[in-house]
Structures are given as C-alpha cells and as structure tokens.
C-alpha cells in the first residue's frame, strides 16, 4: 500500500511537471528574443522602397565612389576649390614663379602644414609641380581632386574603412537611400586635419540653480 | 463609424460599433483592445465611483457650457464660436492609437486651424504613419564626441522645447578616461574648452527601447511603441502621471512642470502630432529620433547637427544601410542591456 501510494504521489508530480512545463515554454505573445532577432528575422525580406523620399540635400553637386561592394555618393570637390584650376597661375615651374613674384604677395600664405611631422609629409607627398591640377600618390601615380579619400586612404587605411561602411563621418542625405556621405575633406582640413577645441554651444544656467 | 463623423452627439451611447481591425495597425505591441471605440466611449465606459464620476461630469459641464454660451452667444463672433466648435471636439477626441486615418486628418486639420486663430500664422501638421520594412536604430561613436553640444541645441529649436526652463532631450554626459561609464561622477553641464584633457563624452536620451518599460506602466495608453520602433506618446492623451518617468531605466523622459513656451518667430513650423508640435502643461515628452523628420527619410536634427559624426541613424532592416554596417562590424554595446529594455541606440568606439 504505501508503496502504491509513493507511486501515485510520484505520478501526479510527473504530470504537474510535465504540466508546468508545457504552459511555462509557450511562445504565443513575441515572435522574437530580442531586437538583435528581430531585425534579423525581418530584414530577411527587406525590399528597397519603390518609391524613395525625395532627396535631400539634392542642390549639392555629387560624385559616386566605388569601392568594392559598397557604392554611394560624395560632394564634388573642384568647384568648391577656389583657385581651381591650379594651371590658370601655374604657367610656369615653381621655381620660375618664386622668383618672378619676390616682391608680391605670396599666394597660399594661409595654410600651415601641421599633419604629421615634416619627415613624414611635406607639400610634395600629395602635390607635385609636374601636374598641378592633380594630386598624386606615393607612388606618384595621379589622384583626382574629386577623389582625395583615395590620397587619404593611403595612410589612414582604418578611418578608410569605417568611412566605407559608414561608422566614421557624417551623412548628408537622409537614412533612406541613396547615401550621400561627405569625404574626408568636407570635415578636416587636409593641411591641418584634427579638430580643434572650443567652447560648448550651451551652458543651462537654470541645471545648476536646480542643483546649489 | 467613418460614415459617422461627430459621434459623440449619438444618444445610443452605450453601443459602440465594431471596426474590423486596430488603427495602429500594430498587432504584436500593447494595443490590447480590438474594438475601436470612439471617442465618447473611451470616456465614458470606464467604470468609476460615484465621486471621479461627478468630477468628470462637472469638469465636462463647465467645459461644455463654456462651449455652448460662446457658440449660441449672439454677441460673439464667428472665429470664436468656431474656436469653440474646435475645443468641443478636441477635449471630447479618442486615443491617437485607435483614430481611423480620417480621424487623425481632422484632430491635425483642428490643431492647425486653432493655431491659426490664435496666432495668425499657418503650420504644418503631420500624421504621417510609419512605413513597411523601417526600424529606426541609432548609433553613437564614444571616440568621436567633442562634447560641443550642437546636437542639444538642434533639438531644442527643431523639436519646439520650452526656453526658460531648459528642458532638454538630450544629455551630454563628460567623464573621465579609465573610470568606464560612472554616472554618478559624470558632469552633464560642464563649460569650459573642449574636447577637456582626460575626458570622454557620450550622449544619452530616449534609446526607444524595442521592449519598453515606459509603455507597459502607463494607465491611459498614451504611449506605445510604432511599427517602426519610435516609441510616441499622444500629448492629448496622457494624463500627466510620470509612472513613464520613473520606469524609464536611462532617464530619457521629460515633464511639463509649466506651460511650454517658444517665442513665435522661433517655433518650427514643420510638425507631426506625435512629434514636436506645441506642448502643454502637465503632459509628458520626450525624443522621439524627430518623427516630422524621420518619417519623411530625413535624419533626426542632432545628427545632421553633429560636426563630428558621432552620430548614426538609419533603417536596421535595410542590410546595406550605415547603420547595419556599424552594428555588424564595430564592437558596439548598450546601456543596462541586462534590463531586457533593448534599446535600439548602441554606443561604439573607433
């Protein structure tokens, strides 16, 4: 008898296991764990918008960069350059201009150089007198104005890559595509790339009378 | 019911008629109630006490017969009888989340005549639903913030904050290198020379949560998470609790404590009812990644404020966009991700 009776007992909590478990390891309310999921499980059929958002920003002149799998837009660059085209006073070598214009203003008189240090770069790692109106590589080969990040990548080749995927630098369309992303050049001064300190746009003098 | 445009002058009260499906179209969030009840209903058929219940009424009364003695006064003009007609329907309109979209075109088309007849000048009002195969995400480069605070400012003047009281979405948080995240050590209105020796800045505000706790406390449902993950609150609504405030995790919700005021040749004219048309007293806001903006394919105003893009916004269905770039090669991480909130705003380095 008593064993009849531990065996039931043992048999009712089975069920009640068995049970509690069925009910406890229902899904019905969300399809999904977590965000990480979901965006997994949705974006499977992800269909480009057939009509996309007008275009933002659509009055900036644009170029289209290729790299690899990725492939969006940058502002063009040489009609912002406001000398450009470099050839209209390069004329003659530099060495002849120098001399020519001693008792002149010197043109380009604002910019500094301060990349790097001056065993690493000087004007002639990406200018050369033999072609003004391009910039060149290390291995001298010709780089477009409108494409400086090729310049830029040669050394920066870790910002290179974010910038492709879209981790460093700043969007200047909407999120919807087209991308249209500036360039290294639209941020940082290429003569003197670091940003500089300055003071915060606001300063909430109300914060700190609610905190004394 | 969209036959039946002012409903709430039907005397079968108690029988509200059935819709076939939820206007917020969101079937797996929290909108629990399947049958849309207009607005008298969702009033009305609230069980109560006798003592809210002659509250309500006298509260109704007063509002009414103001209403009825302005509309029937033979003194008053025109514009006020139908400022009138405008504050009759709008104390007397439902929930935002049940509204057909005919409804939520005449609460838009009301809100931007009253202003009109108050100011004179025009607005634009939006109710823009969220749009199939979009989840707004965020990101946010630690190592690129300066801490300039361009991105506060765009907000305020983009989303219509209150000036005097400067109540701001965002917060810019400047702490110390090799303390990691020390809230309690983190100064968020520092004002000297940036980027400060020493220092990191990160910013926070509303990270809207894919499961958020705000929306599970609130008793009226005045807010509730979109299809495309912006969570919203009906500034209409909400009854200016704060049970939002206390459950939210990383302090992104804000409250009205007066009347928000924005002088008049400063207030953005662009807006959409659940995003920064005007406030008032007692009610809740917060971000929400700019709504007017998002939801026309533009990014929220402090990313396009950002001088140093630290700030990612985008789809995260779509695979190509920037932000399932970061996401899928940056070591990103969240704030108190051991909640289960899921926020979708995820902090990463260079």
Known sequence: MKYLKIAIIKKVMLGTLICLFVISCKHTEKKYHNVMEKIEGESVNYKVPSESPSMINAEIKTVLVEEGETAFLIPERKSQITSYNCVECHTEPLRVLKQKQADKKAAHWDIKLNHANSETMNCATCHTSNDMGNLHSLTSSTIDFNYSHKLCSQCHQKEFKDWKGGAHGKQLGGWAPPRLSNTCVNCHNPHTPQFEKRWPARFNTEKVKERQ | ?350
């Open chain 2, 1 to 350: 019911m969209s036959n039946n445009t002012k409903k709430w002058f039907s005397l079968n009260l108690n029988q509200s008629k059935k819709s076939a499906t939820c206007s917020c179209g969101n079937n797996e969030g929290s909108c629990e109630e399947k049958t849309a009840k207009d607005g008298y209903s969702q009033v009305m058929d609230v069980s109560m006490n006798r003592r809210s219940a002659f509250k309500k009424l006298t509260a109704g009364l007063l509002i009414g017969a103001g209403a009825v003695s302005t509309s029937c006064s033979v003194i008053g003009g025109d514009e006020s009888k139908e400022k009138s007609a405008i504050e009759w329907d709008e104390y007397f309109k439902g929930n935002y989340k049940l509204m057909t979209d005919k409804e939520k075109n005449e609460t838009v088309n009301r809100l931007v005549r009253s202003y009109e007849l108050r100011t004179g000048k025009k607005i634009n009002m939006s109710s823009k639903d969220a749009e199939d195969d979009v989840l707004f995400g965020y990101a946010f480069n630690i190592s690129k913030c300066q801490g300039y605070m361009d991105c506060v400012n765009a907000c305020i003047e983009e989303n219509n904050q209150d000036r005097a009281s400067q109540m701001q979405y965002i917060r810019i948080h400047e702490m110390e290198d090799g303390k990691g995240f020390n809230f309690e050590e983190a100064d968020d209105n520092y004002y000297h020379e940036v980027p400060a020796e020493g220092h990191f800045y990160m910013g926070t505000q509303c990270f809207h949560c894919d499961n958020p706790p705000c929306v599970e406390v609130c008793p009226v449902q005045a807010t509730w998470k979109e299809k495309d993950g912006i969570v919203v609150i009906d500034y209409d609504w909400c009854i200016g609790c704060r049970y939002c405030m206390a459950a939210c995790p990383y302090d992104g919700r804000r409250f009205n404590w007066k009347t928000p005021e924005v002088p008049e040749e400063e207030v953005n004219k662009n807006q959409h009812y659940l995003g920064n048309r005007l406030r008032k007293k007692g009610v809740m806001e917060k971000c929400t990644f700019c709504i007017q903006r998002s939801r026309k394919g533009q990014n929220p105003a402090c990313v396009e404020a950002c001088p140093t893009g630290a700030r990612t916004f985008g789809n995260l269905l779509d695979p190509d966009s920037t932000i399932r770039w970061v996401l899928e090669n940056k070591k990103v991480f969240r704030l108190k991700e051991d909640l289960g909130t899921e926020p979708k705003f995820w902090y990463y380095m260079d």
